[in-house]
Nanobody, 124 residues
Framework: QVQLVESGGGLVQAGGSLRLSCAASGRTFSTYFMGWFRQAPGKEREFVSTISWTAGNTYYADSVKGRFTISRDRAKNTVYLQMNSLKPEDSAVYYC?????????????????WGQGTQVTVSS
């Protein structure tokens, strides 16, 4: 089993920054991608960003490209999401997810383990 624990959410004003962290524990040796998704009230969960665990290749949703940066620390089994220039529409519960098979995906159906989520609220 794999456990994912997110932290770093909170309330911030528009234009501000937050850094989310997700620490993985358990059977982490077959990680291929670690990603971030988000879900706002009344909306479906959507892809934000993902990173290939070995090569460090990064992928972003168009809505966050240029503002968010995903990174990972393999020694700590931790993935980060640096969020800058935040907008009210970025408000959501942010989920960390792990994919344990080969190949990029921005679909939540292809991620196998999920954290409990952390709330991000951006005030205008």
């Amino acid at each position: 089993q794999v456990q994912l624990v997110e932290s770093g959410g909170g309330l911030v004003q528009a234009g501000g920054s937050l850094r989310l962290s997700c620490a993985a524990s358990g059977r982490t040796f077959s990680t291929y991608f670690m990603g971030w998704f988000r879900q706002a009230p009344g909306k479906e969960r959507e892809f934000v960003s993902t990173i290939s665990w070995t090569a460090g290749n990064t992928y972003y949703a168009d809505s966050v490209k240029g503002r968010f940066t995903i990174s990972r620390d393999r020694a700590k089994n931790t993935v980060y999401l640096q969020m800058n220039s935040l907008k009210p529409e970025d408000s959501a519960v942010y989920y960390c997810a792990r994919k344990h098979d080969f190949g990029y995906s921005d679909s939540d159906r292809n991620y196998h383990y999920w954290g409990q989520g952390t709330q991000v609220t951006v005030s205008s």
